[in-house]
């Protein structure tokens, strides 16, 4: 039987209580789909950062190279700083394992209302294919005369050709196969006139070689109001490392609820393991409540496994969690309902294992 070796990162919060969830649903699915998952917890977080003064283990990179894939829950705690804990954990996995690619789908599933006054289903199912590398989250600048009227602070966006070519191939290979073969480009090269003026011009070299793909750029501001006013008439969309961070969180409220937004920070060439989570924070407020939405983490392991391989998994897991969603009588509080973490997974559990229960049963 194939297995797969996975490390899993609960990290803080809500982390701890909705991976539990998502390997509950993996284990489910594995049986059904004839291979197994192995997973490995490892302490990393903001509590390993207080008894240890660091994030995770100093060979921590080496550790993962040794899996299959990684599954990551949240990360984040008020008693330790925003810089400290993305620094030291989530950006350094992201860079030394080449998970150059943020993939993160953003689709308004049936049975959920969007804060968009009457768009269904069908208006909203765009995927955000955003560079996880470089920009501006490189980590160069500094900051000079702390303390002064003078002080400042400079921080510099990183973008190269290599970098900005393989997110554009990447985003436009899926754009390919998708049915309605769009793709728009967020820049801001009115304004940035060096390195978003670069963007445009490669991935607009890229774009020669996918005839089949209708290519739009958009300002990210324009594009930020397209998502809210259009968004039926944008479907892949590729953009820088800070650009994309700021509009997947406008794709994830429009479809109703980060509480079901999974991502992916792949290396599409597999040379080393690629990492999935959820993509809402560690939520402090309602942490160690049991009231997490754990549809995001469920939805992200669905997509580790589609990574690895097991696309029919995946999209068991995906068709138990529309089940569940469509059907509304399991609502956690971010969906407007009353119903608990383990609600929850019992109804995405039950939806799965009826799946493989009813597996065929029907006449051909």
């Not at 958009?218 to 008439?233: E, F, L």
């Not at 580790?304 to 009588?329: F, P, T, Y």
């Given at each position: ?9 609960a990290g803080d919060g809500i982390g701890q209580e909705v991976i539990p969830a998502g390997i509950e649903v993996l284990k489910i699915a594995a049986a059904g789909g ?223 609820s980060l509480g079901v937004a999974p991502g992916g920070n792949i290396n599409p060439e597999r040379m080393t393991p690629s990492m999935f989570e959820p993509i809402h ?84």
């Amino acid at each position: 039987m194939k297995s797969y070796r996975i490390a899993v990162i609960a990290g803080d919060g809500i982390g701890q209580e909705v991976i539990p969830a998502g390997i509950e649903v993996l284990k489910i699915a594995a049986a059904g789909g004839g291979f197994a998952c192995e997973f490995t917890p490892l302490p990393w977080g903001c509590d390993f950062y207080l008894k240890h003064g660091r994030m995770m283990d100093p060979d921590g990179v080496e550790q993962l190279m040794a899996f299959d894939a990684i599954y990551l829950g949240a990360i984040g705690d008020p008693r330790v700083s925003d810089a400290v804990s993305a620094r030291e954990l989530i950006l350094p996995l992201r860079q030394k394992l080449l998970q150059y690619v943020n993939l993160r789908p953003m689709r308004l599933l049936p049975g959920i209302s969007s804060p968009l006054a009457n768009r269904t289903a069908a208006d909203i199912d765009m995927i955000c294919v955003r560079e996880n590398s470089e920009g501006e989250y490189c980590g160069i600048g500094g900051r000079l005369h702390a303390g002064t009227p003078n002080e400042l602070a400079e921080q510099t966006g990183v973008f190269t050709r290599m970098g900005i070519e393989r997110i554009a191939r990447y985003a436009f290979t899926l754009a390919a196969g998708r049915p309605r073969k769009m793709l728009a480009s967020a820049t801001k090269s009115n304004a940035l006139q060096h390195v978003m003026v670069f963007w445009d011009e490669v991935v607009g070299g890229v774009a020669k070689e996918f005839p089949q793909v209708e290519y739009r750029k958009y300002h990210v501001d324009a594009m930020a109001a397209r998502m809210i006013t259009h968004p039926q008439t944008l479907d892949v969309i590729v953009a820088s490392n800070l650009f994309g961070d700021i509009l997947t969180d406008i794709g994830s409220a429009i479809s109703g609820s980060l509480g079901v937004a999974p991502g992916g920070n792949i290396n599409p060439e597999r040379m080393t393991p690629s990492m999935f989570e959820p993509i809402h924070g560690s939520a402090p407020d309602i942490a160690g409540k049991g009231i997490a939405n754990p549809i995001a983490a469920i939805w992200a392991g669905a997509m580790m496994l589609d990574h690895l391989g097991e696309r029919g998994a995946h999209d068991k897991i995906l068709s138990a969690i529309e089940r569940v969603i469509g059907d509304a009588s399991v609502r956690t509080p971010d969906l407007g309902g009353r119903a608990t973490t383990a609600d929850m997974t019992r109804a995405v559990t039950a939806a799965l294992t009826d799946s493989e229960a009813t597996k065929g049963t029907k006449p051909k």
